[in-house]
């Protein structure tokens, strides 16, 4: 079998199998807006919205509190999954949509006679984990296919390349958020695909922005990812192929502006300008949607703190910033701009810690642009060094997708809450929390199911790893080093 596709498999399954079958209100915010295109042909989710609290509100309307190309990209497999439901047993429909309407109001969320618990709920709910299963997994093992591709460039030493692949994306946040449904991925993946595209001998320069283009349109928030990839090609392509460059990045983003005149009769109007609920609402006031000043505690909590710091949960990035000095001029320039400028322009936002999330998911697009200067200086770490990083990278981060996230009253939410948890419970997952309500499938079961989960996902990357054939004489490994 070829060697990406073991790589794709062994990261799609395993994101697979620790899915979660809802992800909260950052994945209904998407989830919501999918919905209501395909089954209103509307933008506004009036009739999602309570199941929510990520919301804009506008003129009369409820909106997703998100920029609009998740929601779109999960159109597809949501049209596939309408298709193959008119085969749903009537009775076993009405049996999930009495148990879901019973849960959510036995748990307070929601009242008796809320708009949301009279939609189909056995279709929304089962909808959602179809089209989760469809994006999350696929971009993850997408995304780390391209990571291998853009780490082969710099070394030869293929097991150094098939390991970090593998770290960038179950070593990182990237693996909690593949599990839910939330753009972090996806806008990874558009960051990392735009630099390579520009960074190979013959770039592909609209495709490359057209990538660059997407950033922002499934995240607008990230204009310094932009901006970097936007000073590489400044680098890199000749005034005619800037010109096309140029041209491809602006088309998502006309899309995006077209999408906040729909929404807000403004194109210059985003979702966060029209917060709705006090907590949304405090996150966004002050300066520009929330945007003032870095402060200090941001950035040290952005960066090496047990809350969200981004060296913490992936201590193999150290090797990254060491790296940078390793780099030629374009490729150090572009990265340096993207990492720093990202985590200044989050350190100055009010709600920087990402409230109930996992790790710094802000910077997932620009942390994962640091394994290509990890990838750089690998060669200088001693093995035992890097593949101790690599696993201790690996073990946060798994850790991270057994058990529900947790709020940011948690400053260090690893030692606090995961690893109690996975001393006193064992290895869990949300998979086995559904058999046991639906099915009623004993505990004792679940975790010997849940540690042979684990063990298998040890044994893959171990073979992948083991299998991977020196190949050190490559001499790109010499080429794109300082």
């Known amino acids: 079998m070829h060697k990406e596709l073991k790589l794709f498999l062994l990261i799609a399954l395993v994101t697979l199998f620790y899915m979660d079958k809802g992800g909260g209100d950052m994945s209904y915010r998407y989830l919501d807006m999918t919905h209501a295109i395909v089954d209103e042909g509307r933008l506004a989710i009036d009739t999602f919205h309570t199941n929510t609290d990520d919301k804009a509100f506008y003129d009369g309307h409820y909106y997703s509190l998100a920029a609009p190309g998740l929601s779109l990209l999960s159109i597809p497999p949501y049209l596939v999954f309408k298709a193959l439901y008119?085969?749903?047993?009537?009775?076993?429909?009405?049996?999930?949509?009495?148990?879901?309407?019973?849960?959510?109001?036995?748990?307070?969320?929601?009242?008796?006679?809320?708009?949301?618990?009279?939609?189909?709920?056995a279709q929304f709910m089962l909808s959602s984990f179809f089209i989760m299963i469809f994006t999350g997994p696929i971009l993850a093992g997408l995304f780390g296919i391209l990571m291998y591709r853009l780490i082969g460039r710099v070394t030869g030493d293929e097991k150094i390349r098939t390991f970090l692949a593998l770290v960038s994306v179950l070593g990182t946040p990237v693996?909690?958020?593949?599990?839910?449904?939330?753009?972090?991925?996806?806008?990874?993946?558009?960051?990392?695909?735009?630099?390579?595209?520009?960074?190979?001998?013959?770039?592909?320069?609209?495709?490359?922005?057209?990538?660059?283009?997407?950033?922002?349109?499934?995240?607008?928030?990230?204009?310094?990812?932009?901006?970097?990839?936007?000073?590489?090609?400044?680098?890199k392509l000749k005034i005619k192929e800037l010109i096309f460059f140029g041209g491809a990045a602006a088309m998502p983003v006309l899309l995006l502006l077209f999408f906040n005149f729909l929404m807000f009769s403004d194109p210059l109007s985003f979702p966060h300008q029209h917060s709705f609920g006090s907590v949304m609402t405090s996150y966004h006031e002050g300066g520009f949607a929330g945007i003032t000043f870095p402060s200090m505690a941001a950035l040290w909590g952005l960066s090496f703190s047990q809350f969200r710091g981004v060296f913490f949960y992936t201590p193999l990035l150290l090797i990254g910033l060491i790296g940078l000095f390793r780099l030629k001029r374009p490729e150090a320039t572009s990265i340096s701009v993207?990492?720093?400028?990202?985590?200044?322009?989050?350190?100055?936002?009010?709600?920087?810690?990402?409230?109930?999330?996992?790790?710094?998911?802000?910077?997932?697009?620009?942390?994962?642009?640091?394994?290509?200067?990890?990838?750089?200086?690998?060669?200088?770490?001693?093995?035992?060094?890097?593949?101790?990083?690599c696993a201790v990278s690996i073990f946060i981060n798994w850790i991270g997708?057994?058990?529900?996230?947790?709020?940011?009253?948690?400053?260090?939410?690893?030692?606090?809450?995961?690893?109690?948890?996975?001393?006193?419970?064992?290895?869990?997952?949300?998979?086995?929390?559904?058999?046991?309500?639906?099915?009623?499938?004993?505990?004792?079961?679940l975790l010997?199911?849940?540690?042979?989960?684990?063990?298998?996902?040890?044994?893959?990357?171990?073979?992948?790893?083991?299998?991977a054939r020196e190949n050190v004489t490559s001499s790109t490994s010499k080429r794109h080093g300082r």
Not at 89 to 104: C, F, Q
Not at 431 to 441: E, F
Not at 450 to 463: K, R, T, V, W
Request: glycine share 8%; with cysteine.
């Open 86 to 121: 008119v085969f749903m047993p009537a009775r076993l429909e009405e049996s999930i949509n009495s148990k879901v309407r019973e849960n959510y109001i036995g748990n307070g969320r929601f009242a008796a006679d809320d708009p949301f618990l009279k939609i189909n709920l």
């Open 175 to 235: 693996f909690f958020y593949s599990t839910v449904h939330h753009a972090h991925v996806a806008t990874a993946f558009f960051a990392v695909l735009a630099f390579y595209l520009l960074y190979t001998d013959s770039p592909n320069h609209i495709l490359a922005g057209l990538s660059t283009g997407l950033i922002l349109f499934f995240n607008f928030a990230l204009p310094f990812v932009a901006l970097g990839l936007g000073i590489y090609a400044l680098q």
């Open 338 to 389: 993207i990492f720093f400028g990202t985590l200044l322009f989050f350190a100055a936002f009010k709600g920087w810690n990402g409230a109930w999330s996992f790790g710094p998911r802000f910077l997932i697009p620009a942390l994962s642009l640091l394994f290509y200067p990890a990838a750089v200086h690998a060669d200088k770490i001693d093995r035992r060094v890097l593949y101790g990083l």
């Open 401 to 445: 997708v057994l058990y529900p996230m947790v709020s940011d009253s948690y400053k260090n939410p690893i030692f606090e809450v995961y690893l109690p948890k996975l001393f006193t419970e064992g290895p869990s997952s949300h998979i086995s929390k559904y058999l046991s309500v639906l099915a009623g499938v004993p505990g004792w079961i």
């Open 448 to 467: 010997i199911v849940n540690i042979a989960a684990a063990c298998m996902m040890a044994l893959g990357i171990y073979f992948l790893v083991r299998d």
